[in-house]
């Protein structure tokens, strides 16, 4: 399997936390400083489903109502509508067990004491195409009263994906999906939670972007992880998706929350130029769309981050360390800059550099991904990203990142000439093999055909 660039950067933070092998940083605090991008899985509200007996009771109240939309055009969001009992629910499907037509769900939202009770309705068939909304009632003096149906959240039924505690203040939140089209092609979600002042807030998503749940800082409470189709230019393979961390606070939704802009330098960037690296022999300006997500990424990190003032003389100062032979001094020199400013590309290659010499190539590799994601056109970084990958015996990566090299730029002529002279004075037999490979391939031949060894797919 291809190595993946985006765990390395995950699991060693290199932005600020790189060190010489066997310096003795505490893991602890790496450990601390990487966000964990494992995702939670959904619990379909399970433990506050009612039992059919709750539900064959609450057919009899009057009060308990799911809406009804008006028509049948699913994908509009003002179909108007009305309220209508359970029991004329049930008699749009006489021939239908009373599961398969009702779902409801109790559960107390605003932590009141007083349990709130959701309700999905699906009557459709053949020869009846009506469309209920999920709905939110709750109970007062009066009985029932319903407070929300889906507004802006299109779609021919509706189900519950999770209802938890995300943020640990005792309130519940709810998280619905919508979904309509062949296989469910087009899905929408939503996110419904009672604020401190027991106002109901609600989150929506649009199709085909999708929400996933996740705790980032591993703090026990529950961060959304909405991931936002940003192009959909070529083959759906090649579309580009942008996760936006979004986080319900007690009285309302974070979109981007400074502490998890981190997120981008750990997962997105590496992960756009993978894309850029698995997809190198697609239509150019497919790969130049994705080269302008990467600056547009890049920029909203650098408008979200405080820089503080840098050493500009701190690379030429550790390069006459190196040169006397004080090299821990150099490295503490370097990693003191990027504790400053970890987006400074002279840096972060500096610190490769070292990283290569003592065959450290993934340890370089997520700093060369960092240097390139804020400057993805620059022909030599290219380069180092593809000798580090000769160097791990990933070929098809490699050739991948030596072809970039010159059809990402922005003189591709110019930098045709740096591969070459690259290759000329390259000394690794693998390294210049996959060199030469690349300028093939930008000659109109054929990729080679790799041996059985040669690990490279995508990445899981």
Request: glycine content about 6%; proline content about 4%.
């Amino acid at each position: 399997m291809k190595f993946s660039v985006v765990a390395i950067c995950l699991c060693a933070h290199v932005a600020v936390s790189v060190a010489e092998p066997h310096s003795g940083v505490s893991p602890d605090a790496n450990r601390r400083a990487v966000l964990n991008n494992a995702e939670l899985a959904m619990n379909q509200g399970d433990s506050y489903r009612m039992s059919l007996s709750e539900l064959a009771q609450l057919i009899r109240d009057p009060q308990a109502v799911v809406w009804q939309f008006s028509g049948t055009n699913w994908m509009k969001t003002d179909r108007g509508g009305k309220y209508v009992p359970l029991q004329a629910v049930l008699d749009e499907a006489p021939d239908k067990r009373l599961h398969d037509v009702l779902t409801g769900f109790r559960l107390d939202m605003d932590n009141d004491g007083t349990q709130e009770i959701v309700l999905l309705a699906r009557v459709d068939n053949d020869k009846n195409d009506k469309h209920f909304g999920i709905t939110l009632l709750v109970r007062g003096s009066d009985g029932l009263t319903p407070i929300y149906y889906p507004q802006s959240l299109p779609g021919r039924y509706y189900t519950v994906e999770d209802i938890r505690d995300h943020d640990g203040d005792g309130r519940l939140e709810l998280m619905i999906g919508s979904h309509a089209g062949d296989n469910e092609f087009y899905s929408y979600y939503g996110i419904l939670a009672f604020d401190s002042k027991q106002t109901l807030r609600v989150y929506t998503t649009t199709a085909p972007d999708t929400l996933h749940m996740m705790d980032l800082d591993q703090d026990g409470q529950f961060e959304f992880l909405v991931r936002h189709l940003v192009s959909r230019k070529g083959a759906a393979q090649l579309w580009t998706w942008v996760d936006q961390v979004v986080v319900w606070n007690g009285d309302g939704f974070e979109q981007e929350p400074q502490r998890f802009v981190r997120y981008h330098d750990q997962v997105t960037k590496p992960r756009l130029i993978d894309e850029l690296i698995d997809h190198f022999d697609a239509d150019l300006f497919l790969l130049k769309s994705k080269v302008d997500v990467l600056r547009q990424i890049h920029a909203h990190i650098l408008a979200k981050k405080t820089i503080n003032a840098q050493d500009d003389d701190v690379v030429s100062r550790a390069n006459r360390l190196f040169k006397a032979n004080k090299r821990a001094q150099a490295i503490a020199a370097l990693r003191g800059a990027l504790e400053k400013n970890p987006y400074r590309v002279d840096v972060l290659r500096e610190l490769a550099n070292v990283f290569v010499e003592a065959g450290k190539y993934q340890e370089a590799l997520a700093l060369y991904y960092q240097a390139l994601a804020a400057q993805p056109d620059v022909t030599s970084l290219w380069v180092s990203i593809g000798v580090c990958y000769s160097r791990l015996q990933e070929r098809t990566a490699a050739i991948a990142s030596f072809h970039n090299s010159v059809t990402l730029s922005e003189e591709p002529t110019a930098r045709r000439a740096t591969l070459e002279r690259a290759l000329s004075s390259e000394k690794d037999e693998q390294t210049k093999v996959n060199m030469q490979a690349a300028l093939d391939v930008l000659d109109g031949r054929p990729m080679p055909t790799l041996p059985s060894s040669d690990n490279d797919v995508l990445p899981d």
